[in-house]
């Protein structure tokens, strides 16, 4: 029979070796201590108080712009050869982690030794919980000596800084002098009861108090984070996904691969590292295993395409998602959403359209369709070609319900305008042999002669609002407007 303390000490010695840092910083003498070790000193302090590790297991994580060179690396501390302005930073974060009486300390740029593939690996798949499980981030702006100056700071455009931003359940912002930005103890919060243990006297009477909201409503202009999502625990979680890429839009990282890999923590999702695969098949990547947990948010972008093998239903970066349309996706449920050879396969509700005018318009056309069931809808689009006649079209609603095997539609649905082509190049004959050997097999000649259905380029989902259908609850339709296809 286990004991309910040993239960408590199994979880402790989990979260110890698993969900912290590899390796932190000693505050006292400046050296690296493993995990064993530093679930060795907190060991005995957990058990007198047992509860949650994180409250035990405590540590200062740093946030900021790195320096063109001149950081530490893991082999000059560890050798204690470091100098130079990126260690004379690194102290003074130390220091700072000091003064929130902490007694160790965590940076991306000494602690992780980038000569193992196996570390690094596990250190970026790992680094948006070890953010979030930080007692403190201590956030470095080089750039800024008030809160104004954050507007033109580079840390809010860099890329691995928007996680460091979310993660953490408390933050500190000090200037380019190391100098408390606010006289909150908490900028994330300042209401935060942070314990005792979290902060010096010194540190605290030093603090001029200012307007709370200050510096979080500075940041939301800076970096178009909305204010609630910065003071709030952020959740990760595969979902908002057009809202959130909007965010990171504007970011910038030296290695292209890193901007999907940066984002693994927002979207609480895992990809294997692989530097040299390139930007773009990194991004797909982080979309297809973004996909696999259904939210139809994924797909609310606009532009160009991704240079996938098999689908064009995969955006090209961040950036395609700053013309996301503000679409009622929520409350549909999960959509089915699976890579094949043929494309993305998906579900869908379709609805045939017509096309009712096709005018040129400067570059492209101005096309307005409309729906075949329900006459008074109408739906105006913008391409950049021209809409054939012997084409077939459609509206593939995405935000649908399911139950059991029949679909729901919604007042306001949103979906994808679809095309096929007649497929005047694959048909093959059909023969109706004049007797045949088989028994019982039933011939049946294909009906329509169309291509699979395709998306209309650079036009992305767009919202239809039928008539005479709430909101809540949905209309149920037959299921024979439920098609799977290849987008």
């Known amino acids: 029979m286990i004991l309910p303390e040993e239960c408590y000490i199994d979880e402790f010695d989990r979260y110890a070796m698993n969900d912290i840092p590899i390796r932190l910083i000693r505050l006292t003498d400046m050296t690296f201590v493993e995990r064993n070790e530093v679930r060795e000193h907190f060991r005995t302090s957990y058990i007198e108080r047992l509860g949650q590790p994180s409250d035990t297991v405590r540590y200062a994580i740093l946030s900021h712009r790195w320096l063109n060179q001149g950081e530490p690396t893991y082999e000059e501390i560890k050798a204690g050869t470091a100098a130079g302005p990126g260690y ?3 102290k003074n974060f130390c220091a700072k982690a000091e003064e929130y009486n902490m007694e160790f300390a965590w940076s991306d740029t000494c602690c992780i030794n980038r000569s193992s593939s196996t570390e690094l690996d596990e250190s970026i798949r790992s680094m948006f919980r070890w953010y979030g499980n930080s007692a403190i981030c201590i956030v470095h ?4 000596e008030t809160i104004k100056d954050i507007m033109e700071d580079e840390w809010t455009e860099r890329g691995w800084t928007l996680q460091e931003l979310l993660a953490p359940a408390r933050i500190k912002f000090f200037n380019k002098y190391w100098v408390p930005m606010t006289g909150d103890r908490n900028d994330k919060d300042d209401k935060d009861d942070i314990n005792e243990f979290l902060v010096s006297r010194p540190l605290l009477s030093s603090l001029r108090r ?14 178009g984070i909305p204010y609630d999502d910065l003071r709030r625990k952020f959740c990760p979680s595969p979902s908002e996904v057009d809202k959130r890429m909007t965010w990171a839009a504007r970011r910038k990282t030296t290695r292209v691969e890193d901007v999907a890999y940066s984002l693994m923590g927002m979207f609480d999702v895992s990809l294997q590292i692989a530097y040299g695969e390139g930007g773009d098949r990194a991004f797909c990547r982080l979309i297809e295993v973004i996909m696999q947990a259904g939210d139809p948010s994924v797909l609310n972008w606009k532009g160009e395409a991704a240079r996938h093998h098999t689908s064009h239903a995969i955006p090209k970066s961040p950036q395609s998602f700053i013309a996301y349309r503000n679409l009622e996706l929520e409350g549909s449920g999960r959509l089915e959403m699976t890579m094949t050879s043929l494309g993305l396969r998906v579900p869908l509700v ?3 359209l017509n096309v009712r005018s096709n005018m040129c318009a400067g570059h492209g056309y101005s096309i307005t369709l409309d729906c075949l069931l329900c006459p008074s809808i109408k739906i105006d689009i913008d391409t950049s ?19 059991g095997h029949v679909p729901g539609i919604r007042g306001k649905s949103a979906g994808f305008i679809l095309h096929r082509e007649p497929d005047i190049f694959h048909c093959v004959p059909v023969c109706k042999p004049r007797s045949t050997p088989f028994v019982g097999l039933k011939l049946s000649p294909p009906k329509e002669r169309f291509a699979e259905w395709k998306l209309i380029d650079e036009v992305g989902l767009v919202q239809v609002d039928f008539p005479g259908i709430p909101d809540e609850p949905v209309c149920y339709i037959d299921r024979q407007y439920l098609q799977t296809v290849y987008l």
């Open 88 to 90: 004379e930073k690194l």
């Open 141 to 144: 702006l080089a750039q800024s």
């Open 210 to 223: 200012r307007e709370p909201a200050e510096i979080l409503e500075t940041l939301e202009r800076a970096t």
């Open 350 to 352: 379709i609805l045939p």
């Open 385 to 403: 070609y021209r809409l054939d006649s012997v084409d077939q079209y459609a509206f593939g609603i995405v935000n649908y319900s399911l139950i």
